[in-house]
Structure formats: structure tokens, C-alpha cells
């Protein structure tokens, strides 16, 4: 059972554009909404997070907006630079603190 | 800070070899994780630990196992070794496990041939 959809599974975007990624979860227990980003040779780092107590929360460039009713969670790179090129995880989890990865998407930046 | 250190980075074994993934951190962080991470896909939990002289399996258990006699040490231990166990490996720690952020090492890469 795949309880972590993400999507796409790769994008190219130009240095100042928008990059969107999607995550769809069906775990109705899922509290926590990080997203890692990871380069390569590296393991993942935490990127941001959101609870389900706000819609969007956003840091510096990155947001997060949430749909509890969709069931949805997606990550905005606002402003793209090529320094964002990495492959992004969302990683929901319930108070078990047992991740579950979405399978990855790589995120191209062209200068 | 050095956070957590995988050793060795890289490793060939052959089919039915054994060996021992290391897994160190200076944190003081009491939850420590092991991950694999297969091509094209997330990373997927083996063990994880809540404290010293506590284990518990993840999601994909099978042929690994571990231990864990320090708060700083959580190593994998592969036995006969296979093919499919080829992969990258990933420890991470966090200071509890109530939605805390996982710091993860840079990982092994593995390959059995």
C-alpha cells in the first residue's frame, strides 16, 4: 500500500521561475508535513514543515500549502536558482515519528 | 559539529558476505534510524532505536540487524549478503520522536555482486 504519492517525478524550470511539487497522502493519522531536500552524494535535510493546524507556511522563498480535505501538500520554490537543483521529499508522519517518504522529484534550475 | 557520521562510504561485497555498517552521532540525540534508499524511489525505514538497549523493526527488516549499547552508536549489520541489499543506506537521529526533524548522515553506498 502506497500511502505517500508524490508528483512529478522530475521538472526543469528556469532561474526565476516557480517550482510546485505535489504530495498526496491517504494516512488520515499524518500530524506532521516536513519536506527534505537532498543533493546529490548527501543524505536529506529538512527543507520545511507544516502542521495541520495552518493552511501555508512559508520561509524565506519556500512555502508549503496544505489540504486536509484533499488530503494534499505541496512545496512552491518561489524566485528558482540554480542552487535549488536537488531532489525533494515529502515525508508525512503520524506521532510515531516514522516517516514515509514520497518517491522524489527532481527539481532542474536552468540558468 | 560533525552530526552524524556513516562509515565507510563505500563498500563492494560479494553474495554471502557480511559486514557492518557504522552509524555515530554527537548530538545526544536519543532516536536513531537506519534508511535505504533504492533508485527512483523514498527512502524506506529498516530499524529504529528510542534509546540505548531499545530496537524495533521498520519497514523492510528482513536480512539486517542492529543494535544499539550507546546513545551514540547505532550500527547495521548485514549477514549473507544479497543482491537485493544493494543500495544506499542512510542513519539519521532526532532528539525525541514527536515530530522532531530527523538529521541524516551522507550515507553508504552498497552495491552485492
Known amino acids: 500500500q502506497q500511502q505517500v504519492k508524490q508528483s512529478p517525478q522530475s521538472l526543469i524550470v528556469q532561474k526565476g521561475g516557480i517550482s510546485i511539487i505535489n504530495c498526496a497522502y491517504e494516512?488520515?493519522?499524518?500530524?506532521?508535513f516536513p519536506w527534505y531536500q537532498q543533493f546529490p552524494g548527501k543524505g536529506p535535510a529538512l527543507l520545511i514543515a507544516?502542521?495541520?493546524?495552518?493552511s501555508e507556511k512559508k520561509e524565506g522563498r519556500f512555502t508549503i500549502s496544505f489540504n486536509k480535505s484533499a488530503k494534499q501538500f505541496s512545496l512552491h520554490i518561489m524566485d528558482s536558482q540554480p542552487g535549488d537543483s536537488a531532489t525533494y521529499f515529502c515525508a508525512p508522519s503520524s506521532n510515531d515519528y516514522k516517516l514515509s517518504f514520497g518517491a522524489g522529484t527532481t527539481v532542474t534550475v536552468r540558468a | 559539529n560533525a552530526g552524524v557520521t556513516q562509515t565507510p562510504k563505500f563498500r563492494i561485497l560479494k553474495i554471502g558476505q557480511s559486514m557492518t555498517l557504522q552509524c555515530a552521532q554527537d548530538m545526544n540525540h536519543n532516536y536513531m534510524y537506519w534508511y535505504r534508499q533504492d533508485p527512483g524511489m523514498g527512502l524506506k525505514l529498516i530499524y529504529y532505536s528510542v534509546g540505548a538497549g531499545i530496537t524495533d523493526k521498520g519497514e523492510v527488516p528482513n536480512g539486517y540487524n542492529v543494535s544499539r549499547s550507546t546513545t551514540e552508536d547505532f550500527p547495521l549489520r548485514l549477514e549473507l549478503a544479497a543482491p537485493s541489499q544493494t543500495s544506499v543506506y542512510f542513519c539519521?537521529?532526532?532528539?525525541?520522536?514527536?515530530?522532531?526533524?530527523?538529521?541524516f548522515g551522507d550515507g553508504t553506498r552498497l552495491s552485492i555482486l
Open positions: 494516512n488520515t493519522a499524518f500530524d506532521y
Open positions: 539519521a537521529s532526532s532528539p525525541d520522536g514527536t515530530n522532531q526533524p530527523q538529521h
Open positions: 507544516i502542521r495541520p493546524d495552518v
